[in-house]
């Protein structure tokens, strides 16, 4: 059954997990994403690849600086979603928002938890000689990914 998602992501690692939502027929309503920043040569202000695809898709892309405004909650809410999927979104979701969607958030994160815990998970691993990794998707709460495992 096709779910209205809201999609949460900001570099090239989350553009793959974008595109195979939308393949597989889910309605994506909005795509929340960092805030373009100066980049390369020239520092000129590029969108992030997550924003460029969901453009490309013609999915409404968001930018906030923060969720934790009144403003950007209702926002949120507006769209109506049955979950939000999270792939390196790279800001922490304030429990309001992780409470808005009717199923909840879920995140899918780069390593086998609990070994590595929040951002640059990869990376950790290979400095570490981890000879073996993986990824997880998991409901999310408030902690920085302790939410309960729902796929590995």
Known sequence: MPLRLIFMGTPDFAVPTLLEL???????????????????RGMKVQDTPVAREAKRLGIPVFTPATLRTPEALAEFRSHDADAAVVVAYGMILPQAI???????????????????????????????????????????????????????
Do not use: Q
């Open 22 to 40: 939308a393949a597989h027929g889910h309605e994506i309503v909005a795509v929340y994403t960092r805030e373009p920043k100066p980049a390369r």
């Open 98 to 152: 992780l409470d808005a969607p009717r199923y909840g958030c879920f995140n899918l994160h780069a390593s086998l938890l609990p070994r590595w815990r929040g951002a640059a998970p990869i990376n950790r691993a290979v400095m570490e000689g981890d000879t073996e990794s993986g990824v997880m998707v998991m409901k999310m709460d408030a902690g920085l990914d302790t939410g309960d495992i729902a796929m590995a």
